[in-house]
């Protein structure tokens, strides 16, 4: 009996150090909706309509803007987020990348237009 019940405390102590070693992962922001993204170019500002799928950590959804429509994948992990897409100007691809910070419902962060330069980002949340 004793045995029995020292073996049942030492189970015991070995899940309750197990629960308290295993640190839990912070959930990072939630994404998904309808967001206006300024990108500030030497071109000068542009505002697109961007929705956002987020599956975990994982990005797809499509930008929308004055030259077209376009869909992009991307990643959040915390506050870190980046996401981009090729385009295709005149016969030349061209990759656009994003990258940057979430605070609440806003981002911002870099844009890189392949070897034409960067540019700025902001985003905001549409109304939910």
């Known amino acids: 009996m004793n045995k029995l ?3 049942g405390i ?8 197990a629960c308290s070693s295993t640190p839990a992962k912070p959930k990072g922001p939630d994404l998904n909706g309808s967001w206006v ?4 170019s030497q071109m000068g500002a ?9 599956t975990g950590s994982a ?11 376009v869909n992009y994948t991307g990643t959040v992990e915390g506050a870190a987020v980046a996401f981009g897409f090729n385009v295709d100007i005149h016969g030349t691809p061209l990759r656009i990348d994003y990258s940057g910070t979430v605070e609440g419902d ?3 962060g870099k844009a890189v237009f392949g070897s034409f330069g960067e540019g700025s980002f902001t985003t ?3 109304a939910r």
């Open 37 to 40: 993204v300024t990108t500030q």
């Open 106 to 108: 806003t981002m911002k």
């Open 59 to 69: 990005l797809t959804g499509t930008l929308s803007g004055r030259m077209g429509t």
């Open 124 to 126: 905001k949340r549409r």
């Open 5 to 7: 019940r020292v073996l």
């Open 10 to 17: 030492v189970v015991l102590a070995m899940l309750v150090a």
């Open 46 to 54: 542009q505002d697109s309509d961007m929705t956002v799928k987020q």
